[in-house]
T-cell receptor, first 117, second 115 residues
Framework: AQTVTQSQPEMSVQEAETVTLSCTYDTSESDYYLFWYKQPPSRQMILVIR??????QNATENRFSVNFQKAAKSFSLKISDSQLGDAAMYFCAYRSPRETSGSRLTFGEGTQLTVNP | DTGVSQDPRHKITKRGQNVTFRCDPISEHNRLYWYRQTLGQGPEFLTY????????KSRLLSDRFSAERPKGSFSTLEIQRTEQGDSAMYLC?????????????FGEGSWLTVV
């Protein structure tokens, strides 16, 4: 079974600065998908960014980018020019391509990000 | 596209009572998922539907839990004889098609408190 680990329960960053959230995962599969989701206090989970394991190029979405290290099974999220609205719980998630798993998401424990003005 | 809707958003119930949550997925999404999330934890998979067929259930889904998706559209999650340990956020999500790359969209969740 796949597992996802986020070793930073809490992180803080000054507004306009850059912060990196860590995520590691364990899998025996060679093809899979990785995601970062954001869950603000309103509780709705919002997709931030996704990465296909077969792609070597790191995904980027505006101020959000990832550092995907397949051999190390590491998938960190970098937030540049942090804004107050970035404050939320961030979850790293793994998705298997196998139909037997229903393509479910397996989540890490989350990292609570605080943005200080 | 109105997103994934869940109802009710909050429910307080006495131990031993039955509760039912409803989820309306994004229109035309044929996959529907239920997750459970407790405070300070990531969501945990409960079950999923492909159209009206329930294809997998987690071992977290005890016999007191039942989920349905009768016409392949909305889904209900019923918890019978609630226990305090059932207190959690129940998240519904949906996606289009079977491709693993398809994005899973989440609702705002239904928060259950069992007293």
């Amino acid at each position: 079974a796949q597992t996802v680990t986020q070793s930073q329960p809490e992180m803080s960053v000054q507004e306009a600065e850059t912060v990196t959230l860590s995520c590691t995962y364990d899998t025996s599969e060679s093809d899979y998908y990785l995601f970062w989701y954001k869950q603000p206090p309103s509780r709705q989970m919002i997709l931030v960014i996704r990465q296909e394991a077969y792609k070597q190029q790191n995904a980027t979405e505006n101020r959000f980018s990832v550092n995907f290290q397949k051999a190390a099974k590491s998938f960190s999220l970098k937030i540049s020019d942090s804004q107050l609205g970035d404050a939320a719980m961030y979850f790293c998630a793994y998705r298997s391509p196998r139909e037997t798993s229903g393509s479910r998401l397996t989540f890490g424990e989350g990292t609570q990000l605080t943005v200080n003005p | 596209d109105t997103g994934v809707s869940q109802d009710p958003r909050h429910k307080i119930t006495k131990r031993g009572q039955n509760v039912t949550f409803r989820c309306d997925p994004i229109s035309e999404h044929n996959r529907l998922y239920w997750y459970r999330q407790t405070l300070g934890q990531g969501p945990e998979f409960l079950t999923y539907f492909q159209n009206e067929a329930q294809l997998e259930k987690s071992r977290l889904l005890s016999d007191r839990f039942s989920a349905e998706r009768p016409k392949g559209s909305f889904s209900t999650l019923e918890i019978q004889r609630t226990e305090q340990g059932d207190s959690a956020m129940y998240l519904c999500a949906s996606s289009l098609g079977q491709a693993s790359g398809n994005t899973i969209y989440f609702g705002e969740g239904s928060w259950l408190t069992v007293v």
